[in-house]
């Protein structure tokens, strides 16, 4: 049984608490490695190996730590197909959607690059006689992120790209899930020319997360995971005086309009439905039909493509649509709610629960389900379900459709089929949700562009990646310098006003 490690100042050390979690293999239900859940002392020597590198790193200028994040491109580029492997090994999501889990990664180190210009300070020549101002964004010092599990590649660079190109030091909690990605990544930061102790790799569970939230040096932690332990995250490193931003789940609604091309929103609702077996914080997971007819004439398309979906693991090959869910415990919750769903008078007009697949028995193998006649009160549509299972719900009018988006508790994302522009608009406008497609079902933001949702999908203020990156990790200082044959003689009693 493989033992994994931590990665600390610089070196894979192994776990001293003695307690572990199992990492499973969820195409075939083996445990294939043992997780080190670390201890409190475990991550005070991380943060103390942080804090002695990170002034030297702070005053590195920023195009030398751009550099850094230019190699390190190169070198995910160069072990992308050992990194595909191993996450697709852990997670069970297909080869090619790994390596988009890698890319959208890489794209916010590229974005990176641009450093120098993005931490420029603002300067004031002759704010007042003889006065100049400056304005600089200065590094945290140490930073921490804690990461989920269906995004291994993706979502840690979207926290330590930014924060250690900025002059920070980074310590990563990665989901105990899959944890053999984010130990790579460090491993490349450090070959492209990171310090020892700049990134480093912390597994573990609630108590590595508390022993982040209770250590003072820590200047800011960023999360993303599930909206209970966002919020807890949030108000406990709140109440620690800490910078956070915690980014919670979702429950994504598309509308389609009685005018959309049917078979392309069927095409969209089946990718965005069920790739990486729903497991994606932007997977659509209520399909909104409005008007008479129109969820006849969308099921119609849509049935087919979802009874047809090819279900298997990772090794069997691209043309595979989604993979096993993570966990055990992750099917037979997606299993519970299906049940609710029946119970509460949903229609199953596509039934995945009797999916087998031969040889992979013990996988952790999920069927496509679809449902039909799905209303507010019933849980499948209330909660998460983070599977492969798509809800139809039937409403008469726009704003009906309009109104059901709102008023869900989550507001992560969101997206309209339509070809009416006028109706487009007024929905880009009015909707209270993060982020908006318009006939573009997933509408993920580019690195440039800020990734963030709104409600119970989001506690605090700025968003990931783009421009609010460097805001969150960096503080500003301003000076007002005055040379001494500017100042006047004796005391000034007033608040000085610039005449
Ligand atoms: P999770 O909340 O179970 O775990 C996330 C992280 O929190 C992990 O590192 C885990 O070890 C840690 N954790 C778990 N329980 C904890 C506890 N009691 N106290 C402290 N820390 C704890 O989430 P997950 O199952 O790994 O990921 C799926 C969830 O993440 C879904 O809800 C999904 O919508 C959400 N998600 C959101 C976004 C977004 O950007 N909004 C992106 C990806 C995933």
Same mark, same amino acid.
């Given at each position: 049984m493989q033992e994994l490690t931590h990665y600390i100042n610089g070196a894979h050390v192994k776990g001293t608490s003695g307690r572990f979690a199992d990492v499973y293999n969820p195409a075939t239900g083996e445990v294939q490695a043992k997780c080190p859940l670390a201890s409190v002392a475990e991550m005070d020597q991380a943060v103390a190996a942080a804090e002695a590198a990170q002034p030297a790193w702070a005053a590195v200028n920023p195009q030398r730590r751009a550099r850094v994040m230019m190699k390190f491109v190169d070198l995910l580029h160069r072990d992308m197909d050992k990194l595909a492997e191993a996450l697709s090994r852990e997670h069970g999501k297909t080869l090619p959607d790994a390596k988009g889990d890698v890319i959208r990664g890489l794209e916010v180190v590229e974005y990176c690059i641009g450093a120098p210009q993005m931490l420029k300070g603002d300067f004031t020549d002759s704010?007042? &006689?003889?006065i100049d101002m400056y304005s600089m964004r200065q590094a945290l010092g140490v930073t921490a992120g804690i990461t989920p599990f269906n995004f291994p590649a993706m979502i840690p660079m979207w926290m330590f790209a930014p924060a250690i190109v900025c002059g920070n030091a980074f310590i990563l909690k990665p989901s *105990?899930?899959?944890p053999s990605v984010p130990l790579m990544l460090a491993e490349l930061m450090e070959e492209a020319?990171? %310090?020892?102790? =700049?990134l480093q790799v912390v597994n573990g569970d609630k108590e590595a997360v508390d022993a982040i939230l209770q250590? *003072? #040096?820590?200047q800011s932690v960023g999360f993303v995971g599930s909206t209970p332990i966002a919020a807890y995250i949030y108000a406990e490193g709140c109440a620690n005086g800490k910078r956070v931003q915690c980014f919670g789940g979702a429950k994504n609604h598309m509308i389609i309009m009685p005018d959309a091309d049917m078979t392309q929103a069927a095409d969209a609702l089946v990718g965005a439905g069920y790739g990486a077996a729903g497991e994606?914080?932007?997977? =659509?997971?209520v399909a909104v039909a409005v008007g008479d007819g129109t969820a006849d004439r969308l099921l119609e398309k849509l049935v087919p493509k979802v009874e047809t979906l090819k279900v298997g693991p990772? !090794?069997?090959?691209?043309?595979?649509?989604y993979g096993p869910v993570v966990t055990a415990a992750a099917k037979a919750n997606i299993e519970r709610l299906v049940q609710t769903g029946i119970d509460q008078g949903? !229609? +199953?007009? #596509?039934?995945?629960?009797?999916f087998k697949l031969q040889g992979y028995e013990d996988g952790f193998f999920v069927g496509p389900h679809l449902f039909d006649? #799905? !209303? &507010?009160?019933m849980d499948i549509y209330k909660h *998460? =379900?983070?599977?492969p299972v798509l809800s139809t719900v039937r409403v008469d009018t726009y704003e009906d459709g309009l109104k059901l988006a709102m008023d869900h *508790?989550?507001?992560n994302g969101t997206a309209i089929f339509t070809r009416d522009g006028d109706t487009a608009r007024d929905f880009a406008n009015r909707v209270n949700v993060g982020m908006v497609g318009v006939n573009v %079902? =997933? %509408? #993920? %933001? +580019?690195?440039y562009h800020t990734f963030g949702g709104w409600k119970k999908s989001v506690f605090g203020d700025l968003n990931q990646h783009g421009p609010d990156a460097f805001k969150f990790y960096t503080r500003t200082k301003t000076v007002t310098s005055r040379w001494p044959s500017g100042l006047k003689e004796g005391g000034e009693f007033s608040i000085p006003v610039m005449e």
């Open positions: 704010a007042g &006689p003889g *105990e899930r899959d020319g990171a %310090p020892k102790g =700049i250590n *003072e #040096v820590i994606r914080c932007m997977a =659509i997971s990772y !090794t069997s090959g691209d043309d595979v649509d949903a !229609t +199953l007009a #596509v039934d995945g629960r009797d006649n #799905v !209303t &507010p009160d *998460e =379900i983070f599977g *508790e989550y507001g %079902p =997933i %509408p #993920v %933001p +580019l690195a």
